[in-house]
């Protein structure tokens, strides 16, 4: 078989139906509508720090392979944190940046990283996808390849590669058949079983009502308020935001059926807080919360309880609520690995990150069991 490798300057440019096609039935991010919109809003692209540049494999004019390959110039909205190899890099007078990144811009969320055709070898077009982010690398004078946030048969496969496998750790919560949220608290120690009770009551005690609504369903102005709340905590949090308001703008139209959107408001009807999560197959991810003040409960509510009653109405498997939160373990999120992948061109640095790599992996099991000793599950 013929391999041709290509680097795009975009997503946008490639046919979406095309890339569609390598994309698996449970991750919305990797989808050509989310990675478009980002193009398309601005919110990545030249002065951002994540310029695309995504790597096709075709066989005779066929797209068989993919990857969301983005050239950095800082190590922001990423969430796999390697602050501490540009620091040891800058001492050591080694240039850091650019560097080359494989992920979802500013989502901390495992999906498929390199996408490969089902009618084909994976292992030939990760080869090939391999290939051609080396090529990128060297083309661009970029220090090192990080693959973030790959599931665990991506990360083994490319591990055996000759990548460098660093695991981490979230929260997911795991729907193993509820039949409702009651069925859930009732699986629940009764001290913690009366705490979510009370942070729900709480809600509706200060006469504040909760919804949750597809974003196809939303008006233009409660986008726009949407993008107010976002703006509102992550200018906080993290000093500018990462989304620009044309995101928001056209979010309906890009990935509206994706979205999930959740509301509070007042008796007046006014929103007080909301939150962005996106759903696809047997999985809901939740992305981005806001609120114009103070609200008692209404981010557990939002955030957690809303999204965890859906995903059990909706028979669905899996809750991803971003990144770090240990309080997430009492409200039933489980601690589950995450993983990624790196290449560092400085043996220096790829010496290190492997030393500091596998002292992570040796502690990581005794500090998952350790975190699962606070879930609140009743124990059989």
Known sequence: MDIEVEVADSVSSVPRASWDALVGADNPFVEHAFLSLLEDSESVGAGTGWLPAPILVRTEGRLIGAAPAYVKSDSYGEYIFDWSFAQAAARARIPYYPKLVVAVPFTPATGPRLLVHPDFEASVIRRALLAGMNRLRQATQSSSIHILFS???????????????????????????YGSFDDFLGELRSEDRKQIRRERRKVSEQGIETELRRGDQLSVEEWSILFELYTS?????????????????????????RALVGFARDRRGEILAGTLSFEKGACVYGRYWGSFGELDGVHFELCYYQLIDHLIRTKKSLLEAGAQGEHKIKRGFRPSPTHSLHHFESSGLARAAARAFHAESAELPGLLETLSTHLPFRRR
């Open 151 to 177: 599931p665990a048969d991506e990360a083994h496969a490319l591990s055996e590669l000759g990548l460098l496998h660093r695991t981490t750790h979230q929260y997911h919560f795991t729907n193993p058949g």
């Open 233 to 257: 905590t992550s200018g906080r949090k993290w000093g500018r935001p990462y989304l620009t308001r044309a995101f928001f703008e056209r979010a309906s139209a890009y990935v509206g059926h």
